[in-house]
C-alpha cells in the first residue's frame, strides 16, 4: 500500500534522511522507532510532502505521491496524527471533526460523525467543548478521530502517546488494537517498545536518517541486545 524507497531529506545544507526505505502493506501495522532525532518525524512530513524529499519514492498505491503538495497526499488517503495533535483549539470538538469529514475512496462504510463519537464516546460527551478546553487525553483521541474522518487508507501516528499518563495510554493502544481488528492500516511511531511489540506486526529501526533494522514483533521482542542498542531499553 505504501512504499517508500531511498529517500532523501535536508533542512537545507543539514541532511536527515539517507536513504530511508520501508513499507506498509495493507490491514498491516508497521512501526518506526529509533531515539531522538534519527529523522522519524522528518520521514513522515516527507511522505505527507510537508517537508519534501531531495529524492526517493514513496508509493501510495501505484502511485508516486513524493513532491506532491499536502493536501493532495491527504486526499489520496494519507490520516495524520501529527506530533502534538495539533487539534483547532478555538473550535469545537465536532467542528474538529466535521471540519476533517471526506470519503474521497467512496467506501462502502465510511466513519462518519455517529461511528467517531461512537468509536470514542467520550468525544460524545464533550463535542460542544471547545479544542483547548480537553484533556491530554481528550485532545489525543479528538486528533485521532478527526484523521479517521477523512478515511485514510493509511493512519499515521507520530507520538500519539507522548505526555499522556499510563491509563490513557492504554486507552489509545486499545483504540489502536479495535481499528487493527478493523483492518486499518497504520503506521506508528512511538517510545512504548513494549506496547508497540504488542500490538504491531512489523518494526524498522531508524538510525542516523536510514533503516538499520526491520523485522516482526517476535524477533524484536527475542532481540534485547537489539533493543538496548538502538532504543535504550
Ligand atoms: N525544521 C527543521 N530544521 C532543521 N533541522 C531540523 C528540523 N526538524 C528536525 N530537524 C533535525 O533533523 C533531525 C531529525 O529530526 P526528527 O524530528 O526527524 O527526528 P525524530 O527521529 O522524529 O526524533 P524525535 O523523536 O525527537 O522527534 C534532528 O537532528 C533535528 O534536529
Avoid at 510537508?50 to 497526499?73: C, N, Q
Wanted: proline share 5%; hydrophobic share 45%; glycine share 12%.
Amino acid at each position: 500500500m505504501l512504499k517508500v524507497s531511498g529517500l532523501i531529506t535536508a533542512y537545507g545544507e543539514s541532511q536527515v534522511l539517507f536513504g530511508m526505505a520501508f513499507e506498509v502493506g495493507a490491514g498491516e501495522v508497521v512501526t518506526l522507532m529509533g531515539r531522538n532525532g534519527m529523522g522519524k518525524t522528518t520521514t513522515v512530513h516527507s511522505i505527507m510532502g510537508i517537508v519534501p524529499p531531495k529524492a526517493g519514492t514513496i508509493e501510495l498505491g501505484s502511485r508516486d505521491i513524493a513532491g506532491l503538495p499536502s493536501h493532495r497526499i491527504a486526499r489520496l488517503g494519507l490520516g495524520l496524527v501529527p506530533e502534538g495533535r495539533q487539534i483547532f483549539p478555538n473550535l469545537t470538538v465536532r467542528e474538529n471533526l466535521v471540519a476533517a469529514a471526506a470519503n474521497r475512496d467512496a467506501r462502502p462504510s465510511p466513519w462518519t460523525l455517529p461511528l467517531v463519537y461512537e468509536f470514542f464516546p467520550r468525544l460524545a460527551e464533550r463535542q460542544a467543548n471547545m479544542g483547548n478546553q480537553l484533556s491530554g487525553g481528550e485532545q489525543q483521541m479528538l486528533a485521532i478521530g478527526r484523521a479517521l474522518m477523512t478515511n485514510p487508507r493509511l493512519l499515521i501516528l507520530d507520538e500519539a502517546t507522548e505526555g499522556l499518563a499510563p491509563l490513557i495510554r492504554q486507552e489509545i493502544w486499545a483504540c489502536l488494537r479495535r481499528l487493527k481488528g478493523e483492518g486499518q492500516a497504520i503506521l506508528v511511531i512511538d517510545k512504548n517498545v513494549g506496547a508497540l511489540i504488542g500490538l504491531a506486526d512489523r518494526h524498522y529501526i531508524v538510525e542516523k536518517g536510514r533503516v538499520v533494522w526491520d523485522g516482526t514483533s517476535p524477533e524484536l521482542a527475542a532481540d534485547v541486545e537489539l533493543q538496548h542498542r538502538y532504543l535504550g531499553v
